[in-house]
């Protein structure tokens, strides 16, 4: 567990996004510090992807402070946040389905020269992901959803991130690959990455995250250690499916 | 079978003409999903600096290897083609990304004008004889077969310069990133591409290619003139569609087919309408037969990707 007082290296102040008019951010703060597993949980169209997609400079905000390893990067476009180790799999996971397998996890791999570290990544990558390995010369499109994921997340790393968001990665997979995906994501904090993860479900996610923030119509409503916000009742009501009376008459 | 091998051959020159210019259309359209209607006018400023050069070469060195004047025009008209190719993207498309789809076409319609009313300015609105710096002598390598060394010249580099853009594209670091950047710019920018570095590349390379086309057109007609964009650049857009727009080696089909057509059709037009047409009519040609494959192949020969473009 991270010290509270360790300097986050991801840190958001009052951040607003919006889409024409509507206000899709209203003023949210979180951090993210290395090695830490962060989650945001919430309902459908509260504002998390949003949220990701402005920290990766995909869609530009109109309020508040973006702050990367002590420099605001509010204003960088997506290129050069990725050059500085902000990464992110986007929702969907944007694989290029006519790109091979292969040729997704190098163009992960752009803006890096040091074709050993590379090589040496790509052997990590298979180690934690054998599947992506077994399908580097298959056309990405043709790859079943989890591998698409897979291969999603693999071409992330591959860009050395220091942080990296990571957008509803369960999405439509078998639970065993859930499970194998989320076992990825610890092992990487473990390397001291920081990860801030959006989940659907959210009961996994607070499980395995230290802390987590809740968002709720362009807010962050609840935040705190992930055990603390598992035995919210606000929490277990509304995110985890629990009715309140089934808990009174346990 | 004489006429036949001839006809091929003939097809074939032209043929990878329009295959390096409608590269061009085809890779823009990939990576843009928008036709570059100004691409013809490099064709032309290509063939007009490279005439430029070699007038002004040969006229302060007489005497100078007719190898060596080609090199030296190709060595300026390309950079200077892929200059303009690039301010046309920077200046003029750029801004227009999210623009509705009519507002990019007619600035292109815009563009090509503005070019042809330049180099009208530059370079005057007479007929300019292209010199001969590779030898036209007709060498007879079988009976009935005539073939200069400029049209076996014109294949081969064509030929070199389409397989060099598919190493290029399939092989190297910007081709992958230009393919990444073609599926979705978005996810490319999230790759670490600079999306808008890929797209300029995009409009360089084809450039450079239409530079090359314009100096072997030239040098096969031998002639260049402020308008001679227009035709190959509507036959490369032709064989880019009938290709199937936004696929690499659909347009070097397209070309390819759409050169061989012609030239069958300039030789066998007259027996086919009993002498109702003749062979300057073989223009015709290239509409009928791109008119033909889009009713029974919408998405052109090797196309497949123009549906799934949103
Ligand atoms: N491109 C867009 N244009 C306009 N409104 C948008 C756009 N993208 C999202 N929104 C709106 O912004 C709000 C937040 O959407 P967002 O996708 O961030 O939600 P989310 O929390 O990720 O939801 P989900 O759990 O369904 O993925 C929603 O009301 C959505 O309709
Ligand atoms: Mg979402």
Known sequence: ?250 | METFLQQTLNGLVSGSIYALVALGYTMVYGILGLINFAHGELVMIGALVALQTVTALSGAFPGLHPVILLIAGVAVAVPVCMAVGYLIERIGYRRLRNAPRLAPLITAIGVSFLLQTLAMIIWGREFHVFPQLVSTTPMQPMDGVVVSPLQIFTIVVAFALMGGLMLLVNKSRLGRAMRATAENHRVAGLMGINANGVIAATFIIGSGLAALAGVLFASNYAIAHYAMGFTPGLKAFTAAVLGGIGNLPGAMVGGLVLGLVESFGAGYIEHLTFGFLNSSYQDIFAFMILGAVLIFRPSGLLGERVADRA
Do not use: C, W
Not at chain 1, 23 to 40: H, Y
Not at chain 1, 52 to 76: C, F, M, S, W
Not at chain 1, 225 to 237: E, H, I, Q
């Open chain 1, 1 to 250: 567990m991270r010290t509270e007082n360790t300097t986050p290296i991801l840190e958001v102040r009052g951040l607003k996004v919006a889409y024409g008019g509507i206000q899709a951010v209203k003023g949210i703060d979180l951090q993210v510090r290395e090695g830490e597993l962060v989650s945001l949980i919430g309902a459908n169209g509260a504002g998390k992807t949003t949220t990701l997609n402005t920290l990766a400079g995909v869609v530009p905000h109109n309020g508040g402070e973006i702050r990367y390893a002590g420099q605001d990067v509010g204003k960088l476009p997506s290129h050069l946040r990725l050059r500085k180790g902000l990464a992110l799999v986007p929702e969907g996971r944007g694989i290029f389905t006519r790109l091979t397998v292969a040729e997704n996890l190098q163009t992960g791999a752009y803006t890096r020269r040091d074709t050993d570290g590379i090589a040496a990544d790509m052997e990590k990558v298979f180690t934690l992901l054998p599947r992506v390995k077994e399908r580097l010369n298959q056309v990405a499109g043709t790859l079943s959803g989890g591998e698409q994921q897979m291969v999603a997340i693999g071409r992330a790393l591959l860009s050395r991130p220091q942080v990296l968001l990571l957008d509803e990665p369960s999405m439509g997979l078998a639970p065993l690959v859930v499970e194998k995906i989320f076992e990825v994501i610890h092992s990487i904090t473990r390397e001291g990455m920081g990860v801030l993860l959006v989940e659907q479900n959210a009961n996994l996610a607070l499980e395995v995250s230290e802390r987590a923030y809740v968002m709720e119509g362009g807010l962050v409503t609840l935040e705190g250690t992930g055990k603390a916000l598992l035995d919210d009742p606000k929490v277990r009501s509304a995110y985890l499916g629990e009715e309140i009376d089934q808990g009174l008459a346990a």
